[in-house]
């Protein structure tokens, strides 16, 4: 890649980054300076600010801890130190995390699995591996409306595996499926705002995918559903 390009990428990405943080910090502040202004006379309006505070502080965190795990995936070329990982037990303990969330939302959450078991063990980062399956999962529960299924299909030959999570939410246009792994993107942003999103879940998954000489896939319909599928070669 020339220089000029690189530059302007990283150019670009600090200004998505302080466009990023400003937005939660501006709210913080004003959070405070009202809650100040509220303490001594309105006690309830009082309670409401400082929860608010809480929750903008929580996704100023969060988005963060997303950007420091993006900046390390982005600065390891593959796995610095692969152990052997079991990526069943890896997708075993994500989906067993999630399952309060999804049925919380009445949300059936199923695991399938094609293959030995013997089958799931690969050269990797588990730490990296639960991250990239945690946002496909939170992906489908967040995008995913009430009533909704959600199956994660796990397959094996022992040369690849594969892992598909297919849910039946909003999904995703078309046009819009070539830009869906970038940095900061996000289909409908007024909306992503609502679900505390920052649009860096997919691009930690694409790295993580390549990391692992892997990659993932995405096929989608609008109003009917997505299917994210991850491909990771077991040698
Ligand atoms: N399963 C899905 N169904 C429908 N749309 C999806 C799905 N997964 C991702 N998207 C769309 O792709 C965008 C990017 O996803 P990504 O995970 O990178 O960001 P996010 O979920 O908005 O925020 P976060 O950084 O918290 O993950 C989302 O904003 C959403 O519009
Ligand atoms: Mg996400």
Known sequence: ??????????????????????????????LADSLVETLDDDPEQARVFASQLKSETGRLSRLITDLL?????ESEEGVTNPKPV????????????MRQTARHKDISLLWR?????????????????????????????????PGGRIEV????????????VADTGIGVPQEKLPRLFERFYRVDKARSKETG???????????????????????????????????????
């Not at 997919?202 to 995405?218: D, F, K």
């Open 153 to 164: 299909t796990g397959s094996s030959d022992g040369e690849e595996i594969e892992v598909r």
């Open 69 to 73: 795990d993006l900046a390390r995936l």
């Open 197 to 235: 999103g920052t649009g860096l879940g997919l691009s930690i998954v694409r790295h993580v995918a390549e990391n692992h000489g892997g990659r993932v896939t995405v096929e989608s319909t609008p109003g009917e559903g997505s299917t994210f599928t991850v491909y990771l070669p077991c040698t």
């Open 1 to 30: 890649m020339d220089i000029n390009r690189l530059n302007k990428i990283r150019r670009d990405f600090v200004a998505n980054v302080s466009h990023e943080l400003k937005t939660p910090a501006t709210s913080l502040q004003l």
């Open 86 to 97: 079991d990526v069943r037990s890896v997708l075993m303990v994500v989906l067993s995390r």
């Open 113 to 145: 699995r094609y293959g030995e078991s013997a089958l799931y063990t690969i050269e990797g980062d588990e730490t990296q591996l639960t991250s990239m399956f945690t946002n496909l999962v939170d992906n489908a529960v967040k995008y995913t409306p």
